[in-house]
């Protein structure tokens, strides 16, 4: 089944990749020539996750999905949650997110923590969405050179060090990306089937 993952983070890509392995034929946004950077202007994941799946189908007719993450942080409301790309700002660099991050929660008792995702299929014009969560408490310090984002700052509940001390294989193993994408499989086989 052809499916286009509306995102420009390879990253993402790569960690999809890894989890499905070659049951779906995967096309990138760049794959399928689309060079835009789909907004997140909503209030909720789930609304964010929408937007960008319903997108990429307007625009192609061609069955997708797409994803948004957030940090919610216990100690601070929920925040970073659906703001976490921006935290710091529009030039959403990830080292600036984890500078704030850590000076807001400097002196912070409670560390606890979630990341969450929701994901959005559009398949022929139904969506459905898929949630996964990955609790786990924030660092005082910045720990490993791995992944992405916030994954310097994210120890999962069960482990002893942090996403991005931890190869792709590893992470899977806690990833609320993970999570997300393994109902998500499980879905398209019971459909494929
Ligand atoms: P989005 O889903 O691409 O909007 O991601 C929101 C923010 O969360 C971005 O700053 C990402 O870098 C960050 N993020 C998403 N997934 C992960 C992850 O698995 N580890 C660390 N940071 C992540």
Request: hydrophobic share 35%; with cysteine.
């Amino acid at each position: 089944m052809k499916l286009i993952f509306a995102t420009n983070n390879e990253n993402k890509v790569k960690e999809f990749k890894s989890l499905v392995g070659n049951n779906f034929d995967i096309i990138t946004l760049q794959d399928a020539g689309i060079d835009i950077d789909i907004p997140e202007p909503h209030d909720t994941l789930e609304a964010n996750a929408l937007e960008k799946s319903e997108t990429i189908y307007r625009m192609t007719g061609t069955n997708c999905f797409g994803e948004d993450t957030g940090l919610e942080i216990t100690a601070l409301n929920g925040a970073p949650g659906v703001l976490s790309a921006r935290y710091a700002g529009e030039q959403k660099l990830a080292a600036d997110n984890i500078t704030k991050v850590l000076q807001e929660m400097e002196g912070v008792t409670n560390r606890e923590a979630q990341f969450r995702t929701v994901l959005s299929l559009i398949l022929d014009g139904k969506e459905y969405q898929f949630e996964g969560i990955c609790k786990g408490h924030i660092t005082t310090a910045v720990q490993g050179e791995k992944g992405f984002g916030y994954d310097p700052i994210f120890v999962p509940e069960g482990a002893s060090k942090s996403f991005a001390e931890m190869d792709l294989a590893e992470k899977n193993q806690y990833s609320h990306r993970a999570k997300a994408h393994h109902l998500f499989a499980e879905f398209l086989k019971s459909v494929n089937a």
